[in-house]
């Protein structure tokens, strides 16, 4: 069997477009569909369902993937066999929510370039969990970074997970932090900045505010958490947030923690990966860096 038509059906998964994945090989597309069906040939099967432009696995190609990508992990575990002393190189694709891109990422991938410049980084930013798992799924992700609650999936192996501490924040210039211990409801009578008002973040805060019998008064809603960062320092609006996002605004005094706390769900930041896909030396660093990070 060739391996290089293993590595195509692979990459045309991936994508589920022949063109793409044609561009990312560097072949034309003629060359990807001649080894596609050189691979049908040899297995004596249909891999694929193609209907007008669009394409799909058919059952004996759900049922090839994962011998395929075993084949594919075998051979990468062949060749990193006899050059383990090899510096890192090639490509990482991570990716991550939008708290984690924004606030721990920046510093662990600038180490890691200055470590291992040989290794070509992309990240795929989005707060969709379900999105990015099922791009982890089909191989389009080498990691996935996600802040939420523990995550316990069949198909994926959480790496690192730590505990994150998430914070109700305002601007040091809020009358209400002249209080040492403000009352439930005097903190959910203040206006609030929020990045997704149907989010989880927001979604806590609902509930706790149901709790005291107040009703959240949301009275911004932005879609980047720097932005609402940036507004909780210009104003006396309220958010909450991971502490690591807002930790050197509060140590300048830009920001301030209110002191309230409330009954909260475990938050973590986890580093996933498919339970299929071989850890080569690029993966192995920076999980390696992460966990110096997140220690």
């Known amino acids: 069997m060739e391996l290089r038509n293993v590595h195509t059906f692979i990459r045309v998964v991936e994508y589920m477009n022949f063109t793409k994945a044609a561009e990312t090989l560097g072949y034309t597309q003629a060359t990807v569909t001649m080894q596609i ?3 049908e040939t040899e297995l004596g099967v249909r891999l694929f369902d193609r209907i007008g432009r669009s394409i799909s696995l058919t059952s004996d190609g759900e049922t090839f993937l994962p011998h395929a990508r075993a084949l594919l992990r075998a051979e990468e575990e062949a060749a990193a066999s006899v050059g383990e002393s090899e510096e890192p190189h090639g490509r990482l694709r991570i990716g991550a929510g939008s708290s984690l891109a924004i606030g721990m990422l920046p510093k662990v991938l600038a180490e890691y ?3 291992y410049p040989k290794v070509q980084v992309s990240v ?4 969709v969990t379900e999105d990015q798992l099922e791009t982890l799924r089909k191989g389009q992700l080498d990691f996935l970074l996600e802040l939420d609650e523990p995550l316990v999936l069949p198909d994926c192996t959480v790496l690192l997970a730590e505990d994150e501490r998430i914070v109700l924040v305002t601007g040091s210039d809020n009358p209400l932090l002249k ?13 609030f900045a929020v990045i997704d008002r149907d989010g989880d973040y927001c979604g806590r805060l609902k509930e706790a505010a149901d709790e005291c019998g107040m009703e959240l008064d949301i009275a911004l809603e932005v879609s980047s958490m720097t932005a609402v960062i940036r507004l909780l320092k210009e104003s006396n609006y309220v958010s909450y947030t991971p502490y690591f996002m807002v930790e050197d605004d ?5 920001l301030s923690v209110l002191g ?3 009954t909260d769900s475990l938050v973590q930041t986890q580093l996933l990966h498919h339970r299929d896909k071989w850890m ?7 999980a390696d860096l992460l966990a110096q990070e997140l220690r």
């Open 179 to 191: 209080k040492k211990n403000p009352d439930p409801e005097e903190i959910f009578s203040q206006k």
């Open 113 to 115: 370039n200055r470590k």
């Open 250 to 254: 509060i140590k300048q005094g830009r």
């Open 124 to 127: 795929t930013v989005s707060d």
């Open 37 to 39: 069906k050189q691979l």
């Open 260 to 262: 309230f706390e409330f």
């Open 280 to 286: 080569n030396p690029q993966m192995k660093a920076f």
